[in-house]
């Protein structure tokens, strides 16, 4: 259930406010305040399903579908929602504005925008300086360093496999172990 508060100090007003002919005055700063009051203001969110067509003339609509009947009101910005409309994250029910206001200002922290595919840079960073080999000298130990520290970070939104570290760390290994063949055959030279 949804609390209507008053617009000034911000206290919980009684259902007993609600769609009056006259002003009322808020029990708390004593401001005048008219308040109109759908039912679908009360109604329990529904599970997702398609938008009901607007019945009676004393229902609320939906702010972005007029014909449609409101389920539940926006949680950060208050408009009516039909079931279509309604977007589910982090418990909260949120309008297509304010999903996309909350995404551009990174408001909402589970919703993912991009993932570095840490996989595919630690194995980058075994082959891609095979060509030029000096380079593998540094390489070699970032590709384990990256492969190690995000062993379980998420990975792409498609399922993958861990292969892409295994090849990453097993191929720099092989680097490393060259360029300690090297320097002994260096120093014992």
């Known amino acids: 259930m949804y609390a209507v508060t008053c617009t000034k100090c911000g206290s919980v007003l009684n259902e007993t406010a609600f769609n009056r002919p006259d002003w009322i005055e808020c029990p708390s700063c004593k401001t005048r305040l008219r308040v109109e009051v759908f039912p679908a203001l009360f109604q329990a969110a ?9 019945l009676t003339a004393g229902e609320a609509s939906c702010f972005y579908h007029p014909q449609k009947k409101a389920a539940l009101p ?3 910005c208050g408009r ?12 909260q ?16 922290s589970n919703l993912d925008n991009r993932r570095t595919l840490y996989d595919s840079l630690a194995l980058t960073l075994t082959l891609l300086p095979v060509l030029f080999w000096p380079v593998t000298l540094m390489t ?3 590709a384990v360093f990256v ?3 995000y062993w379980k970070a998420p990975g792409s939104v498609v399922r993958r496999s861990k292969i892409r570290f295994v090849l990453a760390i097993v191929i720099a290994l092989i ?5 300690g063949i090297l320097f002994w055959i260096w120093v014992r030279g």
Do not use: M
């Open 46 to 54: 529904a599970p997702a399903q398609s938008a009901s067509v607007l």
């Open 93 to 108: 029910h949120l309008c297509p504005a304010c999903l996309e206001t909350g995404r551009k200002k990174g408001r909402l």
């Open 74 to 76: 926006c949680d950060a």
């Open 175 to 179: 680097q490393i172990a060259g360029w």
């Open 147 to 149: 492969a190690l520290r």
């Open 80 to 91: 009516f929602l039909c079931a279509l409309c309604d977007v589910e994250v982090n418990g």
């Open 140 to 142: 070699a130990p970032a």
